[in-house]
């Protein structure tokens, strides 16, 4: 069996192999059906018990619960009404997006994580639960929730639901990594596009998207080569696709619509930034499905969450990076008339516990609260049945091992959460199913946010 050391090694050097459908130019073959989910991965397992917090009597569990850890009950930014018996604020690094969520245009999906089958509190302590494996595992739980299957089928949900379209919907960089761990991204048949936001549109000397430039034009005779030995083959093969897909971002930047947000100067802003453009570009070249899938790191916030210096940012300090960023692309996508073709999901591997860590922090847990925003978002709402009791040792603590920390069993799986997202990119609901197998174990096998 293949470890997890040997899995991210095959992970990372998946090939590009096959990505360079043939390119278009500049002019607009606009496609009338485009639709593009971009997942934001907060990889560490952001604290979602500061982001979402009960404002009504809850508040005292909170605070006595994490009395280092609990933001001010008047520094919360309130969301319109009241949700699974609570109203809640956001906390204020999120509190930009209180104004999409009265919109009806964001949404949160309060406790979700990895998930095998529906599993209570209850399972978990007497050991009866089938759980996803190496809980509380960084590496782990990010491609869990990035739909990896073990160690028989890599690719992640993200491949495997374009896998399920017509080629002629995954016709043009279907699957785009902004992101160290691409999982999701992984396909058994739709080409995957690793992009750089800081790259330029030059390879060396060579202006990639320059007609006349000799060195241009070397680089792409080079791209053509041709060889019957099977190594030069696979050579030329790479460097072909590696320079369609470079040619492609290159043209993109040149030709899309300019993002109109007001973008942070921070990796998160950069990513999103350069992923609004290009998928106007997409859409104008006749792109039809895509998934961007843009990772921003530094929330394993063990020590130091509530820090404000700029050198040592805490959990604040980076969420306010990510909401800034977030609402610039809301507003450059929808100036762009893109605002319904455009669905943006917020997620993470894990929650942290509620109780603080030992060095002003948090330390890993389980369920988390995670967002989505776009025009078709049924917004406006905290979608779950109920919210957890914010007590160590409560009714609702999974924690395994004493002294009780405040870990949370997810309500709703992350293929769940993805099975809506699946659904609006066009799959059937048999296509949903084959695309993310665990569904079978669920009742419910979408959310019901869009």
Not at 104 to 116: D, F, K, P, S, T
Not at 167 to 179: C, E, F, G, H, T
Not at 366 to 391: C, E, I, Q, R
């Amino acid at each position: 069996m293949m470890d997890r050391r040997q899995f991210l090694a095959h992970a990372g050097a998946v090939s590009m192999a096959g990505v360079g459908a043939s390119l278009l130019g500049a002019k607009s073959v606009q496609a009338a059906d485009f639709k593009a989910l971009v997942v934001v991965f907060l990889s560490g397992g952001f604290d979602g018990n500061n982001m979402l917090v009960p404002v009504d009597a809850a508040y005292g569990d909170y605070a006595a619960a994490r009395p280092s850890l609990a933001l001010p009950k008047d520094s919360l930014v309130r969301l319109q009404g009241t949700h699974i018996g609570h109203q809640f604020g956001l906390s204020p690094a999120m509190g930009p997006l209180a104004s999409l969520f009265a919109q009806q245009r964001m949404a949160v999906v309060a406790n979700v994580g990895a998930l095998v089958q529906p599993t209570t509190v209850a399972q978990v302590r007497d050991r009866t639960a089938k759980l996803p494996p190496f809980l509380g595992s960084h590496a782990e739980q990010e491609q869990w929730t990035q739909g990896w299957m073990g160690d028989e089928n890599r690719s992640g949900w993200g491949g495997r639901v374009l896998d399920q379209l017509p080629a002629d919907m995954r016709n043009r960089q279907p699957l785009i990594a902004l992101a160290r761990d691409y999982t999701a991204l992984l396909a058994n048949v739709a080409p995957l596009s690793l992009a750089n936001s800081n790259a330029s549109a030059n390879w060396g000397r060579a202006s990639l998207t320059s007609t006349t430039d000799p060195l241009a034009n070397r680089v792409e005779w080079a791209s053509r080569m041709q060889s019957g030995n099977a190594y030069e083959a696979e050579f030329a093969r790479s460097l072909r696709s590696s320079y369609l897909d470079s040619l492609e971002f290159a043209k993109g930047q040149q030709y899309g619509a300019a993002p109109s947000g007001n973008f942070p100067d921070k990796q998160i802003g950069r990513d999103l930034r350069f992923a609004a453009r290009h998928m106007a570009y997409s859409k104008q070249a006749g792109a039809r499905r895509q998934i961007y899938l843009v990772q921003d790191g530094g929330y394993d916030t063990h020590t130091g969450q509530l820090l404000t210096d700029g050198s040592n940012p805490g959990l604040e300090a980076r969420l306010s990076d990510v909401v800034g960023s977030l609402t610039a692309f809301d507003d450059s996508i929808r100036s762009a008339g893109m605002g319904s073709e455009v669905l943006t999901v917020v997620m993470s591997e894990f929650g942290r516990t509620l109780d603080p860590a030992a060095g002003a922090g948090s330390d890993h847990a389980w369920g988390n609260h995670w967002f989505v925003l776009g025009d078709m978002v049924k917004g406006g709402v905290v979608y779950g049945s109920a919210f957890p009791t914010l007590k160590t040792g409560g009714v609702d603590d999974a924690s395994l091992y004493e002294p009780k920390r405040g870990q949370w069993v997810p309500q709703f799986s992350s293929d769940q959460f993805v099975a809506d997202a699946a659904r609006w990119l066009g799959l059937s609901a048999e296509q949903t199913l084959a695309a993310m197998p665990n569904l079978a174990n669920f009742a419910a096998r979408t959310i019901g946010y869009i």
